[in-house]
T-cell receptor, first 113, second 114 residues
Framework: DGGITQSPKYLFRKEGQNVTLSCEQN?????MYWYRQDPGQGLRLIYYSQIVNDFQKGDIAEGYSVSREKKESFPLTVTSAQKNPTAFYLC????????????FGSGTRLTVV | DAKTTQPPSMDCAEGRAANLPCNHS???????VYWYRQIHSQGPQYIIH???NNETNEMASLIITEDRKSSTLILPHATLRDTAVYYCIVRVAGEGGTASKLTFGTGTRLQVTL
C-alpha cells in the first residue's frame, strides 16, 4: 500500500544532542513537509520541499535542518540550537501544483530530557 | 492566506448529524476550503475540499455559502470513531507546479457521545 512512514514513533534524547527524524513516502508525491505540534495547539510548518535538492523554511525553521536528496525521503534534524525540541513531529506529502490534499505520517513524539 | 474561525468544541450524539461550522470571511476567489481531522496522537487525515460548489464523498459533505465566506462540514451519521479535532483551512492551490502550503489553526474538538 502507498503511504508515508515516519520512524521512530517515540524518541528520547538528551539535551544538547542532535537527532534526526525519518520520513519516507512511496506515493510519488512531489512535495514534502514537516510540521511541529505542541499539546493543545495546531500544526506549525517547519520546512517544506517541492522538488529534490530544494527546500524552503516554514514559520518556525530556527533550530532545524532538512535535506531532500531523494524524492521519497525528507529527513528532519532537530539540532541543539532548538530551544524547546520536545514536541510531536508530523511529516506530510502532496502533489505540487494541485488543490489536492496532504497525506500525513503517523508522527514521531520527541522527548528531550 | 485567509484566516478561519471555528468554535473550539462541539458535542454530537452518536447516530446524529454533526455540523461543523467555519467562517472564512476574507477568502479570496482562488482559495479552496479544506477540511482535515486529527484523532488523538495521530497524523491529520484529509476529509474533503471545495472551491465554490458543495462537495460530497464517502466521509462527509461540504456546504459552502454562495458568498464563500463560510462553510459547514457535515458528518451525516456520527459515530464514536468520529471524535477528533477538525481543522478548516483555506489556501490557494499551488500554481506553476509549486506546492500548496496549509496552515492549521486550533480547530474544533468534536466529542461524539452515546
Amino acid at each position: 500500500d502507498g503511504g508515508i512512514t515516519q520512524s521512530p514513533k517515540y524518541l528520547f534524547r538528551k539535551e544538547g544532542q542532535n537527532v534526526t527524524l525519518s520520513c519516507e513516502q512511496n506515493l510519488n508525491h512531489d512535495a514534502m513537509y514537516w510540521y511541529r505540534q505542541d499539546p493543545g495547539q495546531g500544526l506549525r510548518l517547519i520546512y517544506y520541499s517541492q522538488i529534490v535538492n530544494d527546500f524552503q523554511k516554514g514559520d518556525i525553521a530556527e533550530g532545524y535542518s532538512v535535506s531532500r536528496e531523494k524524492k521519497e525521503s525528507f529527513p528532519l534534524t532537530v539540532t541543539s540550537a532548538q530551544k524547546n525540541p520536545t514536541a510531536f513531529y508530523l511529516c506530510a506529502s502532496s502533489w505540487a501544483g494541485t488543490a489536492g490534499g496532504y497525506t500525513f505520517g503517523s508522527g514521531t513524539r520527541l522527548t528531550v530530557v | 492566506d485567509a484566516k478561519t474561525t471555528q468554535p473550539p468544541s462541539m458535542d454530537c450524539a452518536e447516530g446524529r448529524a454533526a455540523n461543523l461550522p467555519c467562517n472564512h470571511s476574507t477568502i479570496s476567489g482562488n482559495e479552496y476550503v479544506y477540511w482535515y481531522r486529527q484523532i488523538h496522537s495521530q497524523g491529520p487525515q484529509y476529509i474533503i475540499h471545495g472551491l465554490k460548489n458543495n462537495e460530497t464523498n464517502e466521509m462527509a459533505s461540504l456546504i459552502i455559502t454562495e458568498d464563500r465566506k463560510s462553510s459547514t462540514l457535515i458528518l451525516p451519521h456520527a459515530t464514536l470513531r468520529d471524535t477528533a479535532v477538525y481543522y478548516c483551512i483555506v489556501r490557494v492551490a499551488g500554481e506553476g507546479g509549486t506546492a500548496s502550503k496549509l496552515t492549521f489553526g486550533t480547530g474544533t474538538r468534536l466529542q461524539v457521545t452515546l
